[in-house]
C-alpha cells in the first residue's frame, strides 16, 4: 500500500511539472522560483538539523565494540573495529561511510531442520546500497559541469571514466545504468521480503521512487528526447550568477527531471535522508573506546541521591560487630 | 493448561513471516511466560520510585497516573534533549532491514515486534507523531500513531523482551542501537510506575545493602568463611580473605551472585586461590559487596545511585585501586560510565600489577581493571604455575557476554586464560562469538522464572551454536565470564542441549593452579579430577 502511495505520489509530481512547463508555460516557477526556493529548504533545513544534532548533548561514551579492546600490550587490539584513539576512530567512520562496512558483516539467518540455525553471508544489501550510493554521488559530481565555465578537469576525468565503455552515442555512462539497477533492487528487495515489506513506510519508497524517477527522466532526455544542453548551461549559469532567466525550447523532459530534483532537495532535510548527516553523529560508531583510559565529562551530570557508607553502617553497626567485621564509630 | 511443559520442537516451530495486518494495528497480548511481573511496592517506596500501586500486566487497567500522557511526552522531550544518541537514533533509521535477522528474540520467537528496527519503531511512531513536523502534517503516512494505552502496553512487552545486547548496532550502517531505545524506553516505562520486580527489588537491595540479593553485612562475611572453608577441604590451604580492611592495595569488587550463587560460586573460590598464591594485598567490602548494577536496567540516574558506592568504599578503605570480578553487564557500567558518572578517581592511583609490575594503561583514568586482565597479565609473565590436566574431565567452550564484548572488547584476555588452564578448548561458530555474540536471552533483568517462555526462545539461538561445538567436540563445559550467564544459561542449556554445565573462567583457573603446599582433593566442585575417579574405587 504505502508503495502504491509513494509512487502516485511521484507521478502526481510529474503530472504537476508536464501540466505547469507543458501547457500553462510557467517556465519562470518550474525553472527559477521553485530551483531557488527548493536549494534555500535545503541548505537551512539541512543545517537545522545538523546543527540540532551536533549541540545536543553526549553524556556517554557508548561505542558499539567490534573486535578486541586494546589492554595488555601483548594482546593484539583490534585498532579498526574497537579504535582506542581519534585517528583509528576517524579511519573507522571513513571506511563506513565510503565503503559501509558494517552491512558488509551481514549475516542472513536460517532455521533448519534440527532445529538448526546457519549464518550465511549476505553481501546484496551491501553491494545494492554501495553502488546505489556511489552511483548516485559520481552523478551528482558530474553534474557540476552545468555550473562552471570551463569544466574541471576531475570532471572531465569523471566522465572519462564513467563512459569508458564507450557504447552507443551519446556515450553511455555507467552510472546511469547503474543507479536505475540498484534503485530497482533496492525496491524489489523492499517488496519482496517479507519482513522489510512489513517495516517499509511511505517514507522509505518515495525516495526510492523520487530518485528512480530523476534518473529515468535524466536518462531520456540525455540518449532519447534529447534537449538543448548549451540552454540548459545558460541557465544553470544564469542561477548561480543570481541572473536567471528561463529559456524556453529546453524541452519538457528537462522540466519533470528538474522538479522532481527539486522535490528531491526540498524533502532531503525533513526525511531519513538525512542519515546522510546523522552517521557522522552516531555515538555508537563516532567515539573512541577509551573510556578508562581517558575520562567522559558529560555536561548535565547532576548529584543523585546515593546510600552513604555512614547510613549503612548506622543500619548494620550491631551485626557488622557481631562478626568481628570492623567499623568506623563504636 | 497452566502447567504445560514446554517442548524444544514447539518453540523450535519458528514462523518468520509477518502477519498480514499493518504492525500499528497489531494489539499487544500479555502472554503466560513472555513477560515479568510488576514489581512490589515496598521495593520501589524505599527508592522513592513514583506511582508505586499494586497492578497486573494481564488486567485490561494497569491504572496508570491520571495524566501519564503528558509524563510521556515530556519524559521523551527531556530524554531527546540530553541524548544525542536516542535524537539521531530517532531520526536516521532507514529501515534497510539489515538489523532483523540479528535479535536472538526475533530469531527465537519469529514475532516481528522483536525485529530491532521495530522495536525501536514501537517509540519511534510516537516520536514522530508528536516530535516532527512531517508526522504532525502527514500522520500515518508518516509512519506517525497516537501514544495510548495499548502503546505503553506494547512497550512495556517490547522494551521487556529486548536484552540490551547491542547485537543489532553491530550489524547495523548506522551504529544504530536498539539497546539504547530500550533504555530510553524502559525509563519512560518507570516515570508511570511500570517498572519490573526483577529490576527494582534487586536495585532497592542493592541500594540498602550494598549488593542485589539484600545479603547483610554479617551474611556476607558467612559466605565468605564458607568459601575458605571449601577451599581448605579441597586444596588443604587456609586463604586469607579480608574485608573491608582498610589500607589494603586493592579494593575487589564482584557481582553478588559470585558469593551466593552456584555455579558462580566455584569460580568464587578460583579468585580466592588465586590471590592467595600470588600474595595479593586486596580487601573485599561489605557496602561494595555488588559490581552488578541493575539501575542500568532501569535508568541512568539509578545506574548512578546503585554504582555510587564503589568508588565512595575506595576512598574510605584507602586502597590504591580496584579488581572487578567475572560479570557482563557490572562491566558494561564499570568500563562505559562509572568514571563519567562518578568519577573522576582522582583519589585513587593508576593501577599497577604488584606481581608483574605491568600498568594498566587501559585504565588509568577509571582505575579499576578487570580479573580477566590482571589475571592473563600473571600468566603471560609466568608467575602462576597451572597443571591444565586438572580440567581435562572438561570439554569447554566460551560465551562471550553481550556487555563486555560489545561495550569494551574483552574478548582475547579470557581465551588466552582458558587455554593455558585446559587442553580441550573448542570456540563456537565464528558468527555466534565475539562481537556476533548471542545473548544469554536472560539479562537485563528479565531472567524470570515467569519469562521462561522468552528466555527459552531467546536462548535459542546461543543454545543452537553450543550444540554444534556439542556434538561436534563433544564439549560439556560453557564458560563465560558473567554472573546473569552463569545464573541463567542452566536452564537454557537443559532445554536445548542437555548435558552442558556453566562455570566461570577463574574457576578453571582454580582447578589448574599449581598451589605452594596443596593437597587437592578434586576440583573446586568437588568432584574427582579425570583419572582419578578410577583410583577411588580401587
Ligand atoms: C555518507 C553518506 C551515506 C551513507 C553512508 C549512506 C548509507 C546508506 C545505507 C547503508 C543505506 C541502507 C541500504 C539501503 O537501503 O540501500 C542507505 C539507504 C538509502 N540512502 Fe544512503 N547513505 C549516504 C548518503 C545518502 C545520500 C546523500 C542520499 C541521497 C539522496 C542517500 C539516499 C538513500 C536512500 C534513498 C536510501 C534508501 C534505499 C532503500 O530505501 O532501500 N543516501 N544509505
Ligand atoms: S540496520 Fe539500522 S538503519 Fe537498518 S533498519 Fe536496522 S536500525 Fe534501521
Ligand atoms: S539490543 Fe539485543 S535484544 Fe535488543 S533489539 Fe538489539 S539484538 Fe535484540
Known amino acids: 500500500m504505502n508503495a502504491f502511495y509513494a509512487l502516485f505520489a511521484v507521478i502526481l509530481l510529474l503530472l504537476v511539472a508536464w501540466v505547469g512547463v507543458g501547457t500553462v508555460d510557467l517556465y519562470s516557477l518550474f525553472g527559477i522560483i521553485i530551483p531557488y526556493l527548493a536549494f534555500t529548504i535545503f541548505i537551512l533545513g539541512f543545517l537545522y538539523r545538523i546543527i540540532k544534532w551536533a549541540i545536543s548533548p553526549v553524556p556517554f561514551r557508548i561505542p558499539t565494540t567490534c573486535g578486541q579492546q586494546k589492554s595488555l600490550p601483548w594482546l593484539k587490539s583490534s585498532k579498526l573495529d574497537n579504535p582506542h584513539n581519534a585517528f583509528w576512530t576517524i579511519i573507522r567512520m571513513a571506511l563506513e561511510v565510503l565503503t559501509f562496512r558494517s552491512l558488509f558483516r551481514s549475516t542472513r539467518a536460517e532455521l533448519r531442520e534440527g532445529p538448526k540455525i546457519t549464518y550465511g553471508d549476505t553481501k546484496w544489501l551491501w553491494a545494492g546500497g554501495l553502488a546505489f550510493h556511489w552511483a548516485f554521488l559520481i552523478i551528482i559530481l558530474r553534474h557540476y559541469r552545468f555550473f562552471v565555465e570551463p569544466v574541471p578537469a576531475f570532471v572531465l576525468y569523471l566522465q572519462s571514466m564513467d563512459g569508458l565503455f564507450q557504447i552507443g552515442l551519446p556515450v553511455l555512462y555507467i552510472t546511469d545504468a547503474v543507479i536505475v539497477v540498484a534503485a530497482s533492487y533496492l525496491f524489489v528487495r523492499r517488496v519482496f521480503i517479507p519482513q522489510v515489506r512489513y517495516i517499509s513506510l511511505f517514507a522509505d519508497y518515495f525516495p526510492l521512487f523520487l530518485i528512480g524517477g530523476i534518473a529515468v527522466t535524466g536518462i531520456l532526455m540525455r540518449y532519447f528526447t534529447k534537449i538543448d544542453v548549451s540552454a540548459v548551461k545558460e541557465l544553470t549559469l544564469g542561477w548561480i550568477n543570481f541572473k536567471p532567466a528561463a529559456p524556453e525550447g529546453i524541452g519538457i523532459m528537462f522540466y519533470l527531471h528538474l522538479f522532481l530534483v527539486s522535490v528531491l532537495f526540498a524533502y532531503f532535510p525533513f526525511s531519513k535522508l538525512m542519515h546522510l548527516g546523522g552517521i557522522f553523529l552516531s555515538p555508537a560508531r563516532n567515539l573512541a573506546n577509551n573510556n578508562r583510559a581517558k575520562r567522559h565529562v558529560n555536561p548535565w551530570n547532576y548529584d543523585v541521591k546515593v546510600h552513604t557508607y555512614e547510613e549503612y553502617e548506622d543500619e548494620f553497626r550491631e551485626v557488622m560487630k557481631e562478626a568481628d567485621l570492623p567499623v568506623e564509630k563504636e | ?538
Not at chain 2, 7 to 20: C, G, H, M
Not at chain 2, 108 to 133: H, I, Q, W
Not at chain 2, 178 to 200: F, Q, V, Y
Request: hydrophobic share 35%; aromatic share 12%; with cysteine.
Open chain 2, 1 to 538: 493448561m497452566s502447567d504445560e511443559k514446554l517442548k524444544s520442537e514447539q518453540l523450535a516451530d519458528i514462523d518468520y513471516n509477518p502477519p498480514s495486518k499493518d504492525w500499528m494495528d497489531v494489539k499487544p497480548v500479555i502472554k503466560k511466560g513472555t513477560f515479568n511481573y510488576p514489581a512490589v511496592e515496598a521495593s520501589e517506596k524505599y527508592l522513592d520510585l513514583p506511582f508505586s500501586r499494586k497492578w497486573d500486566p494481564r488486567d485490561d487497567d494497569w491504572k496508570l497516573p491520571e495524566n501519564w500522557k503528558e509524563i510521556v511526552l515530556k519524559g521523551l522531550k527531556d530524554l531527546l534533549g540530553k541524548y544525542r544518541s536516542f535524537k539521531v537514533f530517532m531520526d536516521i533509521c532507514v529501515r534497510c532491514g539489515a538489523c532483523a535477522d540479528k535479535c536472538h528474540f526475533y530469531l527465537g520467537s519469529g514475532d516481528p515486534k522483536n525485529m530491532p528496527v521495530l522495536r525501536a519503531e514501537l517509540l519511534r511512531s510516537v516520536y514522530r507523531n508528536d516530535f516532527t513536523t512531517a508526522g504532525k502534517i502527514f500522520g500515518k503516512l508518516a509512519g506517525a500513531r497516537e501514544l495510548t494505552e495499548d502503546v505503553i502496553k506494547e512497550w512495556f512487552l517490547y522494551f521487556y523482551q529486548c536484552t540490551e545486547c547491542r547485537r543489532c548496532s553491530v550489524f547495523c550502517p548506522y551504529g544504530i542501537d536498539t539497546a539504547e531505545i530500550t533504555m530510553m524506553g524502559r525509563e519512560l516505562l518507570n516515570k508511570l510506575g511500570l517498572g519490573i520486580d526483577w529490576i527494582n527489588t534487586p536495585a532497592a537491595n542493592c541500594f540498602r545493602t550494598g549488593n542485589h540479593l539484600g545479603i547483610q553485612p554479617h551474611g556476607f562475611k558467612d559466605s565468605v568463611d564458607f568459601a575458605v572453608d571449601d577451599l581448605l577441604d579441597f586444596t588443604g590451604i587456609r586463604v586469607e580473605a579480608p574485608i573491608n580492611k582498610k589500607g589494603a592495595e586493592i579494593l575487589f569488587v564482584v557481582p553478588s551472585a559470585d558469593y551466593f550463587g552456584d555455579p558462580h560460586y566455584f569460580g568464587f573460590l578460583g579468585y580466592l586461590a588465586l590471590f592467595h598464591e600470588i600474595g595479593l594485598d586486596y580487601t573485599f567490602s561489605t557496602f561494595a559487596s555488588e559490581g552488578g548494577n541493575f539501575g542500568l536496567f532501569h535508568s541512568a540516574e539509578m545506574m548512578k545511585r546503585l554504582n555510587a558506592k564503589i568508588y565512595a568504599e575506595a576512598r574510605r578503605l584507602g586502597v590504591k585501586w580496584i579488581i572487578g570480578g567475572e560479570c557482563g553487564h557490572m562491566w558494561r557500567v564499570l568500563h562505559q560510565y562509572m568514571d563519567t558518572i562518578n568519577g573522576p578517581a582522582d583519589f585513587l592511583e593508576e593501577p599497577v600489577s604488584p606481581i608483574t609490575g605491568t600498568k594498566f594503561e587501559n585504565a588509568k583514568s577509571t582505575k579499576m581493571v578487570h580479573i580477566a586482565e590482571f589475571t592473563a597479565d600473571l600468566i603471560k609473565h609466568n608467575k602462576v604455575k597451572f597443571d591444565r590436566s586438572r580440567n581435562d574431565h572438561w570439554i569447554v567452550t566460551f560465551h562471550d557476554s553481550c556487555n563486555t564484548a560489545r561495550g569494551m572488547g574483552i574478548l582475547d584476555e579470557p581465551r588466552y586464560i582458558i587455554r593455558s588452564t585446559c587442553n580441550n578448548f573448542y570456540d563456537m561458530p565464528e558468527n555466534t562469538i565475539r562481537e556476533q555474540t548471542f545473548c544469554c536471552g536472560s539479562g537485563s533483568g528479565i531472567g524470570t522464572d515467569e519469562n521462561l517462555e522468552m528466555r527459552l526462545r531467546g536462548g535459542f539461538p546461543r543454545a543452537n551454536a553450543v550444540k554444534y561445538v556439542r556434538e561436534k567436540h563433544g564439549v560439556n563445559l560453557l564458560t563465560c565470564m558473567c554472573a546473569i550467564d552463569k545464573a541463567t544459561l542452566p536452564a537454557v542449556m537443559d532445554f536445548w542441549v542437555p548435558g552442558v554445565e556453566l562455570a566461570g573462567v577463574h574457576e578453571l583457573v582454580g582447578n589448574a593452579l599449581i598451589m605452594k603446599g596443596e593437597k587437592r582433593s578434586g576440583d573446586l566442585r568437588g568432584q574427582p579430577f579425570k583419572g582419578e575417579e578410577v583410583k577411588e574405587h580401587v
